[in-house]
């Protein structure tokens, strides 16, 4: 059985709270969906906003080299026609070929949002299939609170079904809007739909309020649909849609259906990425098969399972999917974590109890390394006598100043010997954490070029003991990029200047080994 995909994150996905993505953005994501090999792309809804239009306008359908392109749109209004309602007579002169019609099938919606007949909300649906379909469109036919209707009065429910389809829709898609049909219910009705049209698609549009968006899907898969739509990454109105990411590695990796393909599946990690970036969304790292810690093995127990058979603790192989396995370290881990860790980092663990007391002495201090690889490494090489420190430090000073109606100014002045030189050097900055990091790149730049590619790329603190207030201790995370890597580091002190100096030493001096061994 082959399955179709239908991709709604430029349309469905856009009503996320907080997401708004430009006519460019939108653009760069279709192009990225049809690389991947998806079968239909709804880019939008061209007669609800300019932006939408704009797309629709811009875009050449026939530049898609594996994706149908689709404009979303409503049945005309209820007393109306079809050839003069502007939201459906604009779709034929869009490149898109294929026209997705969302219409009423829950008499409930029918009689209080409508506000008409259900016969009229029939004949709505009839004539704007019929328009669309004349027009030479692949018409899609949403049938939205399809299951609370059909619940309501299966005859009805089926009734717009009937109607979509003897007008010339291609599929019939089963929308649960609401996201609240569970899997078991769910598959009952869409398995009784597809019975019903034995020679009409059948597709299913899932939401994830009561959070089974992908099972949902999966199920409906399972009772006959050959149609399913969601977004990347899930995202959409409310809690969400159906996670199109997830539900595809299910579907090929799972169930055994042709989706994407072997080669192509092994994109998703990126895409799944790609998009939370144009988003302006932080990726989930808990996220199902793409995120940072789907493949990560922290115990120990299951550490050293993995070391003998990745499949004792891994469910599918990261690269199936385009991701990696990692093994975070804490003090919960063990020898064959911390081996295994070394191994990942391109490093010898050497006296493995040596480098674990170390840890966990840290951790117990306030440090954190799960998400501070180049403090860990130095840590390994400081413990193991394989540390390469880039200077001795011999002070720093910080002076802030703020003047009456002005804003605050702040000088960082560092002393220390780099490469046996001592060296001086001041620099002004925004903050502490910048003044000093540009003081420190002013004095050791000219021995290590290698820092005019390092940037700081975030800066995050923690209280950790909020109880003791302006003397608790702080926890700083900084990363750093070269462009090529990203690297996080880490530092803690009671004192939030020096706890920031030691994860900036941190990832500059990793940054500048990193690139050695490159």
């Known amino acids: 059985m082959s399955i179709k995909l239908f991709d709604t994150t430029l349309r469905d996905g856009t009503q996320r709270e907080g997401v708004s993505l430009t006519t460019e953005d939108k653009i760069r994501i279709a192009r990225e969906l049809d690389a991947l090999g998806l079968h239909y792309i709804e880019a939008g809804f061209p007669a609800s906003n300019p932006k939408d239009l704009e797309f629709f306008e811009n875009f050449d359908a026939s530049e898609l080299a594996n994706a149908r392109l689709v404009a979303f749109t409503r049945a005309r209004r209820p007393g109306g026609s079809a050839e003069e309602d502007p939201a459906v007579t604009l779709l034929p002169h869009l490149s898109a070929p294929v026209a997705c019609l969302v219409a009423?099938?829950?008499?409930?919606?029918?009689?209080?949002?409508?506000?008409?007949?259900?016969?009229?909300?029939?004949?709505?649906?009839?004539?704007?299939?019929?328009?669309?379909?004349?027009?030479?469109?692949?018409?899609?036919?949403?049938?939205?609170?399809?299951?609370?209707?059909?619940?309501?009065?299966?005859?009805?429910?089926?009734?717009?079904?009937?109607?979509?389809?003897?007008?010339?829709a291609s599929t019939l898609v089963l929308c649960d809007t609401n996201g609240g049909t569970l899997p078991t219910e769910l598959k009952a009705i869409v398995g009784r739909t597809a019975r019903e049209f034995p020679h009409v698609e059948i597709g299913i549009h899932t939401h994830n309020d009561a959070g089974c968006g992908v099972a949902n899907a999966l199920a409906a898969v399972e009772a006959g649909a050959t149609h399913v739509q969601g977004t990347i990454n899930g995202v959409g109105e409310r809690t969400?849609?159906?996670?199109?990411?997830?539900?595809?590695?299910?579907?090929?990796?799972?169930?055994?259906?042709?989706?994407?393909?072997?080669?192509?599946?092994?994109?998703?990690?990126?895409?799944?990425?790609?998009?939370?970036?144009?988003?302006?969304?932080?990726?989930?790292?808990?996220?199902?098969?793409?995120?940072?810690?789907?493949?990560?093995?922290?115990?120990?127990?299951?550490?050293?399972?993995?070391?003998?058979?990745?499949?004792?603790?891994?469910?599918?192989?990261?690269?199936?999917?385009?991701?990696?396995?990692?093994?975070?370290?804490?003090?919960?881990?063990?020898?064959?974590?911390?081996?295994?860790?070394?191994?990942?980092?391109?490093?010898?663990?050497?006296?493995?109890?040596?480098?674990?007391?170390?840890?966990?002495?840290?951790?117990?201090?306030?440090?954190?390394?799960?998400?501070?690889?180049?403090?860990?490494?130095?840590?390994?090489?400081?413990?193991?006598?394989?540390?390469?420190?880039?200077?001795?430090?011999?002070?720093?000073?910080?002076?802030?100043e703020k003047r009456a109606g002005g804003e605050t100014t702040t000088e960082a002045t560092i002393k220390l010997f780099v490469k046996d030189?001592?060296?001086?050097?001041?620099?002004?900055?925004?903050?502490?954490?910048?003044?000093?990091?540009?003081?420190?790149?002013?004095?050791?730049?000219?021995?290590?070029?290698?820092?005019?590619?390092?940037?700081?790329?975030?800066?995050?603190?923690?209280?950790?003991?909020?109880?003791?207030?302006?003397a608790a201790t702080t926890r700083v995370l900084i990363d750093s990029t070269d462009g090529k890597r990203v690297w996080g580091a880490v530092g803690v002190g009671e004192n939030i200047i020096e706890a920031s100096w030691q994860a900036l030493v941190d990832g500059l001096e990793y940054g500048v080994n990193g690139a050695e061994k490159a």
């Open 104 to 168: 009423k099938s829950w008499k409930m919606h029918i009689e209080k949002v409508l506000r008409t007949t259900v016969e009229e909300n029939i004949r709505s649906v009839s004539d704007t299939v019929a328009h669309l379909a004349n027009a030479g469109k692949e018409v899609l036919f949403d049938a939205e609170h399809y299951f609370d209707g059909f619940r309501d009065d299966p005859d009805h429910a089926l009734s717009v079904l009937r109607a979509a389809a003897n007008a010339g």
């Open 240 to 400: 969400g849609n159906c996670d199109l990411v997830t539900t595809i590695a299910n579907l090929e990796l799972k169930m055994g259906l042709e989706v994407l393909g072997e080669e192509r599946l092994k994109r998703l990690t990126e895409v799944s990425n790609y998009v939370s970036e144009l988003m302006n969304l932080t990726p989930d790292t808990h996220r199902p098969y793409v995120g940072r810690s789907a493949f990560s093995h922290k115990g120990g127990l299951h550490v050293d399972g993995i070391s003998k058979d990745p499949a004792t603790y891994e469910h599918v192989p990261p690269k199936a999917v385009g991701n990696v396995r990692r093994t975070p370290i804490g003090e919960l881990s063990g020898k064959n974590s911390i081996r295994a860790k070394a191994e990942e980092l391109g490093l010898e663990a050497g006296d493995i109890t040596g480098v674990l007391t170390a840890i966990k002495q840290r951790e117990y201090e306030g440090y954190h390394y799960e998400a501070a690889d180049a403090s860990l490494a130095l840590l390994i090489g400081r413990t193991t006598g394989d540390a390469r420190p880039l200077f001795e430090l011999e002070t720093f000073r910080i002076i802030s």
């Open 421 to 470: 030189q001592r060296v001086i050097s001041t620099a002004e900055g925004n903050g502490p954490v910048n003044a000093l990091d540009r003081a420190l790149r002013q004095a050791i730049g000219p021995h290590y070029p290698e820092l005019q590619e390092i940037h700081l790329s975030n800066y995050k603190v923690r209280i950790l003991d909020e109880h003791r207030a302006t």
